[in-house]
T-cell receptor, first 121, second 113 residues
Framework: GAVVSQHPSWVICKSGTSVKIECRSL??????MFWYRQFPKQSLMLMAT?????????EQGVEKDKFLINHASLTLSTLTVTSAHPEDSSFYIC?????????????????FGEGSRLTVL | AQSVTQLGSHVSVSEGALVLLRCNYS??????LFWYVQYPNQGLQLLLK??????LVKGINGFEAEFKKSETSFHLTKPSAHMSDAAEYFC???????????FGAGTRLFVKA
């Protein structure tokens, strides 16, 4: 149980285009999902907290107009990188937290997607 | 406030040797503690977690960790390293509930044949 799927795994796009990454909790409902960015050989950098039915909460220094997050349902959050540039190339990872009835308890344990490698040419 | 410190960004062991990855935490509330493993180009996978039950926690792939409140530590060990254990390991702390999960900087484990 507690499976999170992220799509696409790899994406290459041209500079100036927008890219959407999906994060789905497959077997549980998640009111809260998190989006991270990971640079090579570094830890995860929390970009934003995605809350179902409300606006995402962005970490300091993260451009909310650049990285659009939508959490329209209890099983789906999306990250759209708008007008992508080469410096946006990175590994993006989503995670979900439990806490709703019928799903995993909210102990702070996070269930991670497989990650999405974005390359902007 | 919570924080995590992983001692050693790189650890190298021989195959069959003991693996010890160190993690110290600070937390203003009773902590939940986690170890995650990350293989190249993949997300993070939970190895084990401490959620206020037994202080010695056993996880997958032969790993275990011991919660030591007096030392504010949660070190990860495995008696005998295998080549497949080579990966990045992250220690994390949370207060549960509405607290964020805070990650350490990570420790890359190398296993030599």
């Amino acid at each position: 149980g507690a499976v999170v799927s992220q799509h696409p795994s790899w994406v290459i796009c041209k500079s100036g285009t927008s890219v959407k990454i999906e994060c789905r909790s497959l077997d549980f409902q998640a009111t809260t999902m998190f989006w991270y960015r990971q640079f090579p050989k570094q830890s995860l950098m929390l970009m934003a907290t995605s809350n179902e039915g409300s606006k995402a909460t962005y970490e300091q220094g993260v451009e909310k107009d650049k990285f659009l997050i939508n959490h329209a349902s209890l099983t789906l959050s999306t990250l759209t990188v708008t007008s992508a540039h080469p410096e946006d190339s990175s590994f993006y990872i989503c995670s979900a937290r439990g806490g709703l009835a019928g799903g995993p308890a909210n102990t702070g344990e996070l269930f991670f997607g497989e990650g999405s490698r974005l390359t902007v040419l | 406030a919570q924080s995590v410190t992983q001692l050693g960004s790189h650890v190298s062991v021989s195959e069959g040797a003991l693996v010890l990855l160190r993690c110290n935490y600070s937390s203003s509330v009773p902590p939940y503690l986690f170890w995650y493993v990350q293989y190249p180009n993949q997300g993070l996978q939970l190895l084990l977690k401490y959620t206020s039950a037994a202080t010695l926690v056993k996880g997958i792939n032969g790993f275990e960790a011991e919660f030591k409140k007096s030392e504010t530590s949660f070190h990860l060990t495995k008696p005998s390293a295998h080549m497949s254990d080579a990966a990045e390991y992250f220690c994390a702390v949370s207060g549960g509930g509405g607290f964020k999960t805070i990650f350490g900087a990570g420790t890359r484990l190398f296993v030599k044949a």
